[in-house]
């Protein structure tokens, strides 16, 4: 779903306004002494309510609270534009280390396929908890029985396959099915995951590729059933070990969504350096964990320097897979 051009100029025009103001109201001494948040924090969540990213952002301020004496992380929905309206929020915030944000595809995939003033070198690289991959998931009365089904039917007929966003992995992963396969979906979009879950559910849509963690509960009940999963291999977790990967089906497509933390850019190294140091002992506690397992993600912790480098690698992979 493409918003308008103009809103998204109202939105980066407003966030020009916004980054001027004075470094000790953010909690960074003008001495450039050591930081501690000043206040609340805000985590800024650039989709709707009920889906991964949400999900995330949640668990990760609820883990940063927990291992961070004092620290109160507030939420704040800011959906819109397939993720560009909050991204561009947070642009807004440039200096300020009391802003985060939980990172996903999207910021690689945004800036390559819509019009938007950052990339993911204007922000602060955190943390990267995870990978997490999707299903292919239909009604449980679709005749599809595999991946390969879905792919023949969109080469003779009409296929609609929602996606959350044009800028997400779920669209990403439906592209990459189709430079594969010659396949071709007819895309639906929705501004959150909840959003393409309830579609699916009320047969507004055909298939979908959702995350484990937002699908789990509905094939359980047999109200929706998966097809395959877009992953190297097959997942170790009892409820999905039986569900074959999409290269078995004879569809070459595996790719993960990261998950993970930014700041703003421009934000102290002490700043940059009390966030990672607290992202470690989050990823080592006992939520970050009940996070992983809850959610379905594959550990994979990268921190700092490390996931600044991840986030240049995998932008290259993204912009090679999409030919841009």
Known sequence: MK???????????????????????????????????????TMVVPFG??????????SIAAGLEAVVPGLHVNTENRDG??????????????????????????????????KVNFDYTSFTAIMKIGDDFTLAVVPANSPWQTCADV???????????????????????FTLTEQATGAKFDRVPFESG??????????????ASLNPGEVVEQLKAGKLKALCAFSEKRYDYPELK????????GVDVAYAQFRGMIAPGGISPEAQQFWVDASRKFVESDKAKQYIAGNYLQPNALFGADFTQ???????LLKKALGK
């Open 3 to 41: 918003r308008s051009t103009s809103l998204l100029t109202a939105v980066v025009a407003a966030s020009v306004l916004a980054t001027t103001g004075c470094s000790s109201a953010n909690g960074q001494g003008s001495d450039g002494g050591s930081f501690k948040p000043r206040g609340n924090v």
């Open 49 to 58: 309510a009920g889906g991964g990213s949400d999900v995330s952002g949640r």
């Open 81 to 114: 534009g397939s993720g560009a309206v909050g991204y561009s929020y947070f642009l807004s915030k440039k200096g300020d280390p009391n802003y985060l944000l939980p990172s996903e595809t999207a910021l690689l995939a945004l800036p390559l396929n819509t």
């Open 151 to 173: 792919v023949n039917a969109s080469k003779t007929g009409r296929v609609l396959a929602g996606v959350s966003g044009a800028t997400s992995l779920d669209n990403v992963v």
């Open 194 to 207: 909840d959003e393409l879950l309830a579609a699916l559910l009320g047969n507004q849509i055909q298939v």
């Open 242 to 249: 039986d569900i074959p990967t999409a290269k078995e089906q």
């Open 310 to 316: 991840y986030l240049k690698d995998n932008n290259g």
